[in-house]
């Protein structure tokens, strides 16, 4: 059975090395679960250069060698999360203006509200439709929506926060 894995997921990776293209957008996907990072990846292969890692070192490795357009990344991961990673490459100077969205399975407000407010570009919840991350993706790559795509980011933020504010406030 290993061996089995093994050779598909060679395969994976021989197949992905044949889809880049020069001149489109490099999306780096940080995931630690093999299904997942595949599924996001082929998702993406069809527009864009896709490089994958499996968990947050890598990821903060592989991103500060490629320089990615973007990376999507799970936040639990072993070794480093992916708010660590984040958090490494805002600290970066050469890294800092990368756009980040996280997938988590973990949906609830205070979780985004946090992640936003430290910095991260978008929030995706576990279990998500394939167009919706491509769409996403495709507005934050296309120079012509990214601003639209920025300022949504932001709004949203500022409902996370009041929506979070209205249950502490109902809390007490």
Not at 3 to 27: D, F, I, K, N, Y
Not at 44 to 72: C, F, H, K, M, W
């Amino acid at each position: 059975l290993e061996s089995t894995l093994q050779e598909l997921r060679g395969a994976h990776a021989a197949q992905m090395a044949s889809a880049h293209a020069p001149g489109r957008p490099a999306v780096l996907v940080v995931e630690d679960n093999p299904e997942m990072r595949a599924f996001v990846a082929e998702t993406l292969t069809g527009s864009y250069n896709v490089t994958t890692a499996a968990d947050g070192e890598e990821g903060l490795q592989r991103a500060q060698d490629l320089l990615p357009d973007l990376i999507i990344t799970d936040i639990m991961m072993p070794r480093m999360t992916g708010k660590e990673a984040r958090k490494a490459l805002h600290d970066d100077p050469k890294t800092a203006n990368i756009p980040v969205i996280h997938l988590s399975a973990v949906g609830d407000f205070e979780s985004q509200l946090e992640s936003m407010e430290d910095g991260l570009t978008d929030y995706i919840t576990k279990p998500f439709a394939p167009k919706d991350l491509a769409n996403r993706v495709e507005d934050f790559l296309d120079p012509a929506k990214r601003e639209q795509a920025l300022r949504l980011a932001r709004q949203k933020t500022g409902k996370l926060r009041t929506i979070v504010e209205l249950m502490h406030r109902d809390r007490d």
